[in-house]
């Protein structure tokens, strides 16, 4: 059993406290008169009568975590740029004889949703701002326990059930991450700072949840969803955490010496490691205004401690928290926009600032969530399913569906981390700065529903960082366009002339060592052999593979259609599903796949104009795109698809004789969907002596423009083609769905087919300029194949 923390009374709050920093001037004095401190405050407030200032180190020598100032020492030599702080400069000031604010007010109104009006006394503020002005004090804040930044929970009686783990736009993909080693968080520590949880529920008791220091005293049933969200056991009760193999633990602001949230980040951040992430459920008190609900870095003393923190190399993840605040416009106490990143007195801190957005997608900011270009990152603040407790009995077997606030968005970005570093340290043998894990967890992810007036950066898509540039850890599949085709999408090359589709009359004994890496015949487009009605073919289907992982359990489905220049899935008739026996390698290795047979009965009839064939591979982590309804649509899934091959073709041998003509049938196709313009091209590359004409129905011709008729008395309409070279066939607009049966006639010198030379002849179709379709026949002396 899991050892639990026992909830314990935090020492007596006593008096109100400030944070004050001194000048180096001002420090000095301070060492050489232990009492400078102490005249300052009473020269501010004129000597007023009960007024007793007591003066301690921010961060007490005897709690001062050890070795942080040595491993400070080294995070600068690392980053000379990093300008950290001095805590030897900050000192704590108890203020007997000053009001506290009422805590019974801070244990019940967490946002002003709940009707809180948090603000700091006002003899506190205005001895906050006389102290300020002072030549010899740089910064200075109040120490003051509020509640964390979370909704209260039965508020928002809507239900949803960890939507948060699902695919984007409505989730982060956490279970997609899980497919991933690491992907669960193994190898990931993260801690959890505020001020209580109930660390035995049941399902957190076996994660091994513990305390690093402080009082578990206050708020668990805030502490206990928080880690719910993240760690919640892998098990057959309760929900599942975003990275339920993660090391949790925790760490609080009570102090042996009072409330303290700069102390506690800079003990948490000595007990971690470069790469653990650690996460702020805590809100701050404005120093000028005197408001609650802000991010804790408003106060410069937790801003140095997360500074520090992140010089270490650990990601610190920040509640943007709760006011509804425009962070771009606060000014500090100097007068100066610390959280506008367009300004020049913008402070970096090194953090990663997180924003509350609703559940449902489109997903828009809630209105208490503070905002502005500091928040980086957003994710659900509402509805979310987690582990829970009451307050007051300590229950180890309650949940909620009611979760929210920055509060609860703030673990998801946590999981996001989480799994990012996991899969990272796994697979990449490393994990990333806080720098670029915020960068990662920024790029390409989910923005909100109006990001100009929400303001809360983006939703990470574990997905789409797992397969993107900085981890590409998904397989990436792909068939060849044409050769040359090195899997980018958008496709920018030729389409239907795929190398990879490979149809033979009889079947291949090694088709691995016939067609593969290493066969000789890796970039031969003449593989192929004619197809003849009545008898059965094999198919094979090539495969490369330009992801980060092999692609288990790999899956081609092929289809067949009518020679057209313009296959769209209306047209297809599929032929069966290959699967591979073994995974896809990386590394671009061309990859047989074992015969499909198409048997003699599906084999229909068709004239000499060839066939099209379509290949669409599928494997775990890489699957096959939807079928597109629309033509726009089908123009993108030709495009950004680079698991979708087409082959149109046919090998003909040229009948023997002077003066014979082969004729080849084709189809030129309209869309699908509504009447669209197309423009057609013929490319060329017969032997000279060669004679290429187009025979098109008299409708067909007048929709292209085409005015040359075969003969007098004909429907017919020839158009005469190039032999060799790029060609303008006609420009038209095509009613949908239509199908014209076209002749391709073709004449060629019987002796120059036998002799050296590859000899082919292409239609090409394109609409807006993109082309969309292309038939290819290629012309060979008869070798004997039947």
Known sequence: MASQQPIAEAPPAGPPKIALKLTPAGHKKQQEDPNFITGLINAAENGRGGLVPSVNPLIPEDHRPARLSQRIAAAAVID??????????????????????????????????????????????????????????????ALQAGPPPAVNPNDDPRSVNQGYLNAAPVGINARYAWGFPGGDGLGVNIVDMEQGWKLDHEDLQAAGITLISGYNAAYYSHGTAVLGEMLQVDNNIGGVGIVPKAKGRVISQHRPTGYNTA???????????????????????????????????????????????????????????????????????????????????????????VGASS?????????????????????????IDTTFTDDNTGTDNSYTEYFSGTSGASPIIVGAAAAVQGIANSSLGYKFSPLQLRQILTTNGTPSST???????????????????FINLA??????????????????????????????????????????????????????????????????????????????????????????????????????????PSAVPVGRVLTVSPRLAWPRDKVPAAGPGGWSFVAIATTDKDPAPVLPTTFPAFVEFVSRNNNVAWKSFNVVAPPSGTG??????????????????????????????????????????????????????????????????????????????????????????????????????EIVQEWEGVEVGRITWHFKADDGVE
């Open 451 to 469: 990001p100009s007036t929400d303001r809360i950066g983006v939703m990470p898509n574990l997905r789409a960082i797992i397969d993107g540039r």
């Open 660 to 761: 014979a003509s082969t004729r080849l049938q084709v189809g030129i196709a309209g869309a699908f969907d509504a009447p669209r313009r197309f423009n057609f091209k013929g490319v060329g590359s017969l032997p000279v002596g060669s004679e290429v004409r187009l025979e098109v129905p008299g409708d067909l011709a007048r929709q292209l423009g085409v005015v040359t008729p075969l003969t007098g008395e004909s429907t017919t309409v020839a158009v005469p083609l190039h032999p060799f070279g790029r060609g303008e066939i006609g420009e038209g607009t095509l009613p949908v769905g239509s199908v014209s049966q076209c002749e391709l006639v073709v004449k060629v010198p019987e002796e120059e087919i036998k002799g050296e030379g590859q000899w082919e002849y």
């Open 80 to 141: 000379p740029s990093a300008d950290l702080p001095n805590f030897d400069v900050w000192y704590e000031v108890a203020l007997e004889g000053l009001e506290s604010v009422k805590t019974e007010t801070a244990t019940t109104a967490q946002t002003p949703a709940d009707g809180g009006n948090l603000s700091l006394p006002k003899e506190t503020l205005e001895l906050i701002h006389k102290l300020h002005r002072l030549e010899e004090v740089e910064s200075v804040h």
């Open 263 to 353: 102390a506690a980040i800079l003990d948490a951040a000595n007990n971690m490691a470069f790469g653990d992430i650690l996460l702020l459920e805590a809100q701050e008190f404005d120093p000028v205004g005197g408001q609650y609900y802000w991010p804790v870095s408003v106060a410069d003393a937790n801003f140095d401690a997360v500074r520090v923190a992140s010089a270490l190399g650990i990601t610190v993840i920040e509640a943007a928290c709760n006011g509804g605040y425009d962070l771009d416009t606060y000014v500090n106490l100097s007068g100066k926009y610390i959280f506008n990143r367009s300004s020049p007195d913008y402070k970096e801190s090194g953090a990663t600032m």
């Open 475 to 580: 397989p990436d599949l792909y068939i060849r366009d044409y050769i040359g085709d090195n899997g980018r999408v958008p496709s920018s090359g030729t389409v239907s002339n795929s190398p990879d589709i490979i149809v033979r009359q009889t079947p291949v004994s090694n088709p691995q060592a016939s067609f593969g890496q290493g066969s000789g015949n890796e970039n031969s487009t003449s593989l192929s052999q004619p197809i003849l009605a009545g008898r059965d073919h094999s198919i094979y289907i090539r495969l490369l593979n330009r992801g980060g992982s092999a692609a288990q359990n790999t899956k081609v489905t092929v289809y067949h259609a009518p020679a057209a220049t313009l296959i769209t899935p209306n047209l297809w008739t599929l032929i069966g599903t290959v699967a591979l």
């Open 359 to 383: 559940s449902t997608a489109p997903h828009y900011r809630l209105w208490y969530s503070n905002h502005g270009s500091r928040v980086d990152v957003y994710a659900w603040g509402e509805s």
